[in-house]
């Protein structure tokens, strides 16, 4: 929660908004082995840079990684 906290107060996002992405995406990402840190920096730029809701963000990320997953497992070309 703290290092949650020091990217919100670093960032343009909040710690919420950080929450709410992170609720949608966090068990793709820990599937593709991404760290909370990371996932945190991504959520947090994205959500700066593009001013979308943090729900958005964290499901466009989930489908990114649940394709990355996929073409990983050779399901996907």
Same mark, same amino acid.
């Given at each position: 929660?703290?290092? !949650?906290? %020091? +990217?919100? %107060?670093?960032?343009?996002?909040? &710690? =919420? $908004? /950080?929450?709410? =992405?992170?609720?949608? +995406?966090?068990?793709?990402? #820990?599937? /593709? =082995?991404? =760290?909370?840190? *990371? &996932?945190? %920096?991504? !959520?947090?730029?994205?959500?700066? +840079?593009?001013? *979308? %809701?943090? $729900?958005?963000?964290?499901? #466009? /990320? ?9 073409? *990983? ?5």
């Amino acid at each position: 929660m703290d290092r !949650l906290a %020091a +990217v919100a %107060a670093k960032s343009a996002s909040s &710690l =919420g $908004e /950080l929450s709410t =992405g992170m609720s949608k +995406v966090a068990s793709a990402a #820990a599937t /593709l =082995g991404v =760290g909370e840190d *990371q &996932l945190a %920096a991504q !959520l947090a730029t994205i959500t700066s +840079v593009t001013k *979308q %809701a943090p $729900e958005s963000v964290g499901t #466009a /990320l989930r489908t990114m990684y649940a394709r990355i997953s996929d073409i *990983q497992a050779g399901m996907d070309e």
